[in-house]
């Protein structure tokens, strides 16, 4: 019907604007919630629930989850990038190495969704990839100055730390609440096994291609139910 | 209506019993290939269309998703308390320590419901839990064998090899086909990290009782949807 009525998103419609930038911030609200409880598999209509918004509502909102994934999360890929250049600032390469990882491991074990986000790739998602790539700049430099020092081991590879966060999902994930300190204990082990001398060593590294192709299965996986889960 | 007509499962009814029989089989079957496909959050209406049977005939024989468990990953577990056994066999215990970890690990990345097993508990899955007890007595002795030739770090504690599995069931999941390799360097960086002389002090472990009750509520959780996702 073409009452004459604008359309929530049309310009000059002021109120109803402000009610889609409403339902916009109420709806990233709700999926801060659900995916840091729930992590990533969540479905886009547990978020609609939880925001108290219509699933029709929440795809105008948000067409893909990707995009919802940007939104709610690239302030969280900022603060990972933070954490680099924190890291880069440490007088002593290792250590800021080190904290380094400690800090990226705690923030995935405070929050389930982005627990994931740092295993998976959302090419669309500009902002979040934006931050991702800003951080794997930093930490490309970061490994270099530590590998310097001679304190790190020389076949550790950037995919590493891709690998390192997959483990530490695994535990976050598996143990949450009930034992939300066990992943200290496993990243801890897995530093004390990067520092210098080498125990021995190393299975080659999965290589960049094979590992972003599983990043972005898991990414594409989270939009499409688990199988056999919507029957 | 008690015409006479024998219950499928009742004593005496031959051909019917054959055809629960089959389905049992092929239900199983379907399970295996399915959970090792999609790990254990897979639905039981999904192994039902696997194994080409109603999802009535599914909840006749497998009531629960535990006992369905129960049937299809009891013979891997007796694998796993095989490769315990083995493992103790060794004459050089550190070495033995180290296979163990790895040829578990490997049955984990071979099925990524097994994967998912080795970090849950199914308390009424008798048959499963009966052996992964036993394997657990094996293991006691084990890393008390490896500790004895003080190649294993003190503080190793046996929630440890279930942190790496949770951690490994990580990798695997992530992976996937992309890196199916993957894993080996993640558990190869652990197993370094355990040999003495440890490298420095390690968080407490979790404990016994909070990991159980993380282990439990995983699998209870497998048997109920994923939040959000049956809408």
Redesign the interface.
Known sequence: MTTGVPHSDGPGAQPLRSDAERNRERIIAAART?FA??GL???M???A?EAGVGIATMFRRFPTKEELVDAVFSDRMGAYADAVAVALDDSDPWKGFVGYIETACAMQAADSGFADVL?MAFPTAKVLEQRRNQAYEGMLRLIDRAKATGRLREDFDPS?LV??H??????V????E??P??W???V???V????TP???P??????HE??Y???L??GRDTST???????
Chains 1, 2 share one sequence.
């Open positions: 659900v409880r729930d598999n969540a479905s209509a547990s978020v629930r295993t590493d690998l390192i997959m483990a530490n999902a695994g535990v994930n598996a143990t949450g009930a034992a300190d066990a200290r204990r496993v801890a082990l897995l004390q096994s990067l520092e080498a125990r021995g190393l299975p080659a590294p999965p290589g094979p590992l192709k599983a990043m299965r898991a139910p688990t199988p056999g889960r919507t029957d």
